[in-house]
Each structure stands twice: as C-alpha cells, then as structure tokens.
C-alpha cells in the first residue's frame, strides 16, 4: 500500500511540476528580449536627446568627437566617467525613472534617459 501511495504522490508531484515549468516557460517567451540602444556623441551633443528604454535594455554611448565626454545622471544613478575620443560605455538600466544626464566636461551637453 505503501509504494502505491507512494507512485501516485510521484505521478502528482510530476505532473504539478510539469505544469509549473510550462508556465514559466510561457511568461519568460512572453516577455519582451532586452534591446541595446544607441547615443552618439558627435559635434558636442547627445544624439537622441530625449531616449525612451525598458528595464533590462542597454544602451551604448559612443564618442565620434575627438575629445573625451562623460554621460553622467544628475542624480549619480549612473556614471560613465571618461569616454575617450572614439570609445564607447555601456549601461544596463535596472530602475524604472525618468533620468537627466550631462557631459560633466561639456556642461551645456544635456540629454534625457527614460527608463519604463
């Protein structure tokens, strides 16, 4: 009596774990996949000025100009520091927000990260 009891506790614990994974599986295809973005920085701006994102997407910042610029929030939520002439940064957004950044060596280089 055991082992039967037993097999169909196994059979039940299969079957509600099968359905589990096949939920899961189905919310994960549902969910869009994280995009990159782009800014270019080229003749002393940012380029879009205004750039609309997901959490989870990454956006790069490349540096066309022949001197260095920084993408720094106003806030401190993110930081690039340096950005060499004809190098790039990468950031990943993790919070939901609506974030003004500005080149901290060119002050009047003003953009907006908005992040849903």
């Known amino acids: 009596m055991f082992r039967t009891n037993l097999r169909w506790v196994l059979l039940l614990f299969g079957a509600v774990s ?3 994974l096949t939920a899961a599986l ?4 549902a969910r869009p996949k994280p995009t990159t973005h782009q ?3 080229e003749a ?12 989870g997407d990454t956006v790069v910042w490349i540096n066309h100009d022949p ?3 920084t993408a720094t929030a106003v806030g401190k939520q993110f930081d ?6 004809g ?12 974030f ?13 990260l908005r992040v849903q």
Do not use: N
């Open 26 to 29: 189905a919310d994960a295809a």
């Open 87 to 98: 190098g790039s940064w990468k950031y990943t957004a993790r919070k939901a927000g609506v």
């Open 67 to 69: 001197f260095p610029h």
């Open 44 to 55: 002393v701006r940012f380029d879009p000025q205004d750039l609309t994102v997901k959490v």
């Open 100 to 112: 003004a950044y500005a080149c901290t060596l060119h002050p009047t280089m003003l953009a907006t």
């Open 18 to 20: 099968a359905t589990g």
């Open 80 to 85: 690039s520091h340096e950005i060499a002439a």
């Open 39 to 41: 800014v270019v920085i």
